[in-house]
């Protein structure tokens, strides 16, 4: 029999911006939108993996976010202690997904090959290329890799029983998306391959990207990938905290393993 996961997505910031910022395409109204920071932890017979690790409080400072926690102290109210997580899953290398490694000390990072190729190459000396990434926290990857805590990644592979990364690209060079079995089946952990549901329904992307048609695609892909709408988790849509349960005594914290309080709104597109 396979392994099933319990799967939360962990709320740490959120911000409140012009939609302009998160598609390519202008909204006519362009109204504020807000934007909420997630990392995911999947818990399991061997432990607990988490899936990204945020950015501190002191970077939401000067990027002029509303830090409402340290990802770690979410991790908590699951019961899941931050130096005994062995394994980290890095989807890309921006700013709100790639800080704070240092406060998973015993994890072993995984991060795909091209994702570093890309951060720690030539392009990254342009600025518009620089807006995703923070110089500190790809150097703190570089370190840990010299202290051998770096696990590489070509292409899709499975990293733990059942759970699997693929590389998608679009938005990162090498952005990866997490699949994980669950009782509901398979969830589609899209990260920023999708940043909303309405960059799929709309055909929209996130106007920070490096192959818009791999991005295009990768919506394809992933929609392929899941059961149903249900089961795609896009990376900063507000929605996903009403869709899902709230864990007991946490509201920044929801279920996503377990059934979905209403539809998704990729089931009306």
Same mark, same amino acid.
């Given at each position: 029999?396979?392994?099933?996961?319990?799967?939360?997505?962990?709320?740490?910031?959120?911000?409140?911006?012009?939609?302009?910022?998160?598609?390519?395409?202008?909204?006519?109204?362009?109204?504020?939108?807000?934007?909420?920071?997630?990392?995911?932890?999947? $818990? !399991?017979?061997?432990? /607990?993996?988490?899936?990204?690790?945020?950015?501190?409080?002191?970077?939401?400072?000067?990027? $002029?976010?509303? %830090?409402?926690?340290?990802?770690?102290?979410?991790?908590?109210?699951?019961?899941?202690?931050?130096?005994?997580?062995?394994?980290?899953?890095?989807?890309?290398?921006?700013?709100?997904?790639?800080?704070?490694?240092? $406060?998973?000390?015993? /994890?072993?990072?995984?991060?795909?090959?091209?994702?570093?190729?890309?951060?720690? !190459?030539?392009?990254?000396?342009?600025?518009?290329?620089?807006?995703?990434?923070?110089?500190?926290?790809?150097?703190?990857?570089?370190?840990?890799?010299?202290?051998?805590?770096?696990?590489?990644?070509? !292409?899709?592979?499975?990293?733990?029983?059942?759970?699997?990364? %693929?590389?998608?690209?679009?938005?990162?060079?090498?952005?990866?998306?997490?699949?994980?079995?669950?009782?509901?089946?398979?969830?589609?952990? /899209?990260?920023?391959?999708?940043?909303?549901?309405?960059?799929?329904?709309?055909?929209?992307? %996130?106007?920070?990207?490096?192959?818009?048609?791999?991005?295009?695609?990768?919506?394809?892909?992933?929609?392929?990938?899941?059961?149903?709408?249900? %089961?795609?988790?896009? !990376?900063?849509?507000?929605?996903?905290?009403?869709?899902?349960? $709230?864990?007991?005594?946490?509201?920044?914290?929801?279920?996503?393993?377990?059934?979905?309080?209403?539809?998704?709104?990729? /089931?009306?597109?």
């Amino acid at each position: 029999m396979s392994t099933e996961y319990e799967v939360y997505a962990v709320q740490y910031a959120r911000t409140l911006r012009p939609t302009r910022d998160f598609f390519i395409y202008p909204d006519p109204h362009d109204g504020p939108l807000p934007i909420l920071y997630y990392v995911w932890v999947i $818990k !399991g017979p061997e432990g /607990a993996i988490v899936v990204d690790t945020g950015f501190s409080a002191e970077r939401a400072a000067v990027r $002029k976010r509303e %830090h409402l926690r340290c990802p770690t102290a979410g991790l908590e109210r699951l019961g899941v202690d931050a130096a005994a997580v062995k394994t980290v899953i890095l989807t890309h290398l921006h700013y709100d997904h790639a800080g704070n490694i240092d $406060k998973f000390p015993n /994890a072993e990072l995984i991060v795909q090959d091209e994702e570093v190729r890309f951060a720690t !190459g030539r392009y990254v000396k342009y600025k518009p290329v620089q807006l995703g990434f923070e110089a500190d926290d790809v150097t703190a990857l570089v370190r840990e890799n010299f202290r051998g805590r770096v696990r590489f990644v070509d !292409g899709d592979a499975e990293v733990a029983p059942g759970i699997r990364v %693929h590389l998608v690209g679009g938005h990162a060079r090498g952005l990866q998306a997490v699949t994980v079995p669950t009782r509901r089946g398979l969830l589609v952990l /899209a990260s920023d391959a999708a940043h909303f549901f309405e960059n799929v329904t709309a055909q929209n992307p %996130h106007p920070i990207v490096v192959d818009l048609p791999r991005t295009l695609e990768g919506y394809e892909r992933l929609l392929r990938m899941a059961p149903s709408p249900d %089961h795609f988790i896009p !990376g900063h849509d507000p929605a996903v905290m009403d869709l899902y349960p $709230k864990l007991d005594g946490d509201p920044l914290t929801v279920v996503l393993s377990a059934d979905p309080l209403a539809p998704s709104p990729l /089931a009306a597109a």
